[in-house]
């Protein structure tokens, strides 16, 4: 078994064959580029604004206790090419320079994703950081330590979605004048818009400057070659450190040169076992994967660990004799900034309409928390559902410490298919410190469910 990709989803398949197959019945060798393996990419913001103290805090497991767990993981070593038909992958140690073939009867892909990173002018510059990795992060605060002792410490994220408004956050803890610039109409594109103006509006009262319809056009840099503005269709925005929040994409240069299936957002086809789509002995998971959306009915690409591990579990099982699948995603995720809470799961209005759905919203407010009981603040919910049938389609809610994990709520209701109206009667968790006697997804239930019966 030879995996290519040290984090979550490789080595989460690596472990999972191990414990189902002794080293006498499978070798495993592992390839990782760079210096870290199994570790929380999710965590980098939050290590970067020293909520983390420690960059070893992110890391789940050491090379060297998947060595002793007889798995050969080899650090520091790119696999550059791989021949499918020939079932080997050709590798680069990268610290000796020498490059090596070698054979596999069961391959995993775990390439992961890149930053998304335009190629306009002085991008590569000095100052100039993405974030996917814990070498990225590592760079990013060597950077920073080195403006300790200089003038005004302003920094400039790119990109106003999850990574962007994390990184954000990161950069006011560590005392910079910060700046958002946002192409989109409002932060957030994965929230509508309406919601994602609240997001807007929290940014604001942190003292966070957002710049909503600016993209960038390039990055001006200074005689040393370190970054001084970002100019954008907008206007030029001052900065002694970039962040690039603007995404990522799947990493699946490999898998395209070796002819492996992709999809409509570049990752990697899948069946539900994790297999790659016409290879037999060939499994992919993690962010260089597309995923069945089990709402929208389609594929896309969703970055995070907590699929990324689900993949491994599932990769490392088939492989070790055992039985797994993935059966897709209702896109789930959370955020915060400061004490602001984001989350979301299944579809946008732009997402219904995209795949041909009618539907109807209700937006509401209330508290995370019973009103009169002491730090009860405000949350905003807002949820979509299918017309007629009145099955719900999505659920975003923007408000303070206490809101973003009712998310869970309605993720578990869109994977069993529930309609708004039997949503209604869900048997939630109740006492003053927790909610409201009405729980405000529930509030939101029930206006969606009128507005199923009373279409405008």
């Keep these: 078994m030879v995996v290519v990709g040290g984090d979550a989803a490789g080595m989460s398949a690596a472990s999972q064959a191990r414990r189902l197959k002794g080293p006498g019945a499978l070798e495993i060798v592992a390839f990782e580029r ?28 050491t090379p060297e206790e998947h060595r002793e767990r007889d798995i050969d993981l080899r650090m520091r070593t790119e696999v550059t090419e791989l021949d499918v038909a020939g079932q080997r992958v050709k590798a680069l140690d990268r610290e000796s320079g020498k490059t090596y073939w070698t054979g596999f009867d069961k391959l995993v892909i775990a390439t992961g994703a890149r930053p998304v990173r335009p190629a306009l ?22 950077s920073l330590d080195a403006l300790r002792s200089e003038g005004p410490r302003r920094a400039v994220v790119v990109g106003a979605g999850y990574i962007g408004v994390e990184m954000a956050e990161a950069m006011l803890k560590r005392g910079f004048e910060v700046t958002v610039l946002n192409r989109g109409e ?39 070659g370190r970054v001084t503005e970002v100019a954008t269709d907008a206007g030029t925005y001052p900065a002694d450190v970039v962040v690039l929040g603007i995404g990522v994409e799947p990493e699946t240069g490999l898998a395209r040169a070796a002819g492996l299936p992709v999809g409509p957002h570049g990752g990697l086809l899948t069946d539900l076992a994790m297999r790659v789509v016409g290879h037999d002995n060939i499994w992919a998971g993690g962010d260089c994967v597309e995923v069945l959306d089990l709402v929208a009915g389609r594929t896309r690409h969703v970055a995070l660990g907590t699929h990324a591990n689900k993949h491994g579990q599932v990769i490392g099982s088939n492989i070790g004799g055992g039985y797994g699948t993935f059966p897709g995603v209702v896109g789930t995720a959370v955020s915060k900034v400061c004490d602001l809470e984001i989350a979301r799961t299944g579809l946008r209005e732009k997402d219904a309409r995209a795949v041909g759905l009618r539907y109807v919203t209700a937006t509401i407010e ?27 389609l999505g659920v975003q809610i923007v408000g303070r410490e206490g809101s973003a ?52």
């Design 366 to 392: 209330s508290t995370q928390r019973a009103g009169y009981y002491p730090g009860a603040k405000p949350m905003t919910v807002k949820m979509i559902a299918e017309l007629r049938t009145g099955r719900l």
């Design 405 to 456: 994990k009712r998310v869970d709520v309605a993720a578990v209701a869109l994977t069993a298919g529930m309609t708004v109206e039997q949503m209604t009667a869900l048997d939630l968790g109740y006492a003053p410190p927790f909610s409201p006697v009405w729980d405000p997804v529930l509030v939101a239930a029930r206006k969606a469910a009128r507005a199923v019966g009373r279409p405008d």
């Design 186 to 224: 409002q932060p957030m594109a994965t929230l509508d818009a309406d919601m994602g103006r609240l997001v807007h509006e929290a940014l604001d009262g942190l003292g966070i400057t957002t710049v909503n319809g600016a993209a960038v056009t390039k990055i001006l840099t200074g005689p040393d």
């Design 34 to 61: 760079g210096h870290f393996t199994s570790y929380s990419a999710c965590g980098i913001p939050y290590w970067v604004g020293g909520d983390v103290e420690a960059r070893d805090d992110l890391i789940a497991r």
């Design 121 to 142: 002018p002085g991008m590569d510059a000095a100052g100039v950081h993405g974030v996917q990795t814990l070498d990225d992060g590592q760079a990013l605060l060597d």
